[in-house]
């Protein structure tokens, strides 16, 4: 047959030749400061390398490189009854998982509650009151009328937090738009359990762990191979398994150079001395404007938070600049208003299949009550391009930084997060970046033409499952009498029984 085969999508570039010239400077100028060549991520990434070491080495590091005490992967053979928790920048999700005698196998029940806005400018009581009362009701609706013991929690709590102890952890500050006093630099897990005791709410933290390090071990759970957890959502983070004898600051626990130990990298603070990140002017308004000024640099470029708020503050300054205005003669109130706009806004015009843009008009007009021209949402397409496509290519510098660390050349990465998994072409940006970084393409005999050597695909569950699988490796080792890293011993060997208790209900 004739004519069948697809049609070639059409250039958005060459579209803009009806552009009037001073848009088409400035879209020039755009394409200047967010373009980010390889060599200058190769740059990045060196740096990058440096500061993990810098972070292994001594506290006080701007990548802070957190002991887990998580020490171990799951062989697939875990088993037992464990809730878990996880206390996002958005949700809050409870869920009860059992990990049954099949290998790799689990079952889950879960439920979702929202995180009220206020609670993040609240009160530490208000924050661990709400989230015990969550639980609370999770449990009377899927136990009713059972005499419950303490069930083993794994607590998803997405926040820099250093631990001495994997069932405490205490947080070093707040991220995701979180700014609640009176936490900061205090242990998270005490004041949660009493707003548990108060409640009558029977669990015990078994583990407090991050969404990184679970995504790490739910990967790792069905796949050998997987050797980095991330994220790329609201915030970013990265964690990964390093040996004891990497990590000069643990020297003095004496734990063998061969033990293994996640470590939860809190890489979202890479560079917050500003001397290798290519900040453009409205990169540095988002940070001075922040909760935290000075703080997560690295995330404040990559970050879903800020993707919508960047592409925000760029309009507005075309809409004033003198030599190009964009939007003349339109009420920009609402554009005016900080942090309106989210990575979903950008996505939305990059999926926009339509040569007129008819979507992305009538998103401007729902979304901001704008009627923008044709060369303006032209300009709109590609600023929203150029952002999303420097994220994804800074997000590389991080993952090519562990590998080149560990001296892998070949792996499996676990990424989940709204930014990885819904935002258009993220995937495929990010593995050309990797693909110049590492130099694949420069390899001998086409080497790696058909598959990257690492890899990075979507993750398992690794806030539910992850938190799960982290709270059975604890008291695994806990009954084989390993307490490195385990504050309350007594509370965690109740809390195993109980666990194998609940397998073998499920099995009955």
Known sequence: MVGLSPRRRPSRKGSMTDMPADLRDQVKRLEEIFTIPTDTLKKITDHFLGELTKGLTREGSDIPMNPTWCMGFPTGYETGTFLALDMGGTNLRVCEINLPEEKGEFDIIQSKYRMP???????????????ADCLLQFIEYHHEGE????????????????????????LQRWTKGFDIDGVEGKDVVPPFEEALRERGVPVKVAALT?????????????????????????????????HCGEIPKLDHMNLGKDTPMIINCEWGAFDNKHAILPRTQYDVIIDKESP??????????????????????????????????????????????????????????????FENLNETQELFAHTLSIKASKPELELCRRLAELIGIRAARLTSCGLAAVCKKKGWTSCHVGADGSVFNKYPHFKQRQAVALREILDWDAAEDGKYKRKDPVEVMAAEDGSGVGAALVAALTLKRVKEGNMAGIRDEQALLNAAQVASKGTKNQAN
């Open 117 to 131: 806005e206020e609670l993040k400018s609240g009160t530490g009581e208000e924050l661990w009151g709400y989230i």
């Open 210 to 242: 991050n969404d990184t390090t679970g995504t790490l071990i739910a990967s790792a759970y069905t796949d050998s191979e997987m050797r980095i957890g991330c994220i790329f959502g609201t915030g970013c983070n990265a964690a990964y398994m390093e």
């Open 292 to 353: 935290r000024p000075g703080q997560q640099s690295y995330e404040k470029m990559i970050a879903g938070l800020y993707l919508g708020e960047l592409f925000r503050l760029v309009l507005l300054d075309l809409h004033t600049h003198q030599g190009a205005k964009i939007f003349e003669g339109q009420d920009v109130s609402k554009l005016k208003k900080p942090y309106t706009l989210d990575s979903s806004f950008l996505s939305a015009i990059e999926e926009d299949p």
């Open 147 to 170: 005499n419950l013991d303490n069930l083993p929690l794994g607590f998803t709590f997405s926040y820099p937090a250093t631990q001495d102890y994997i069932d405490h952890g205490v």
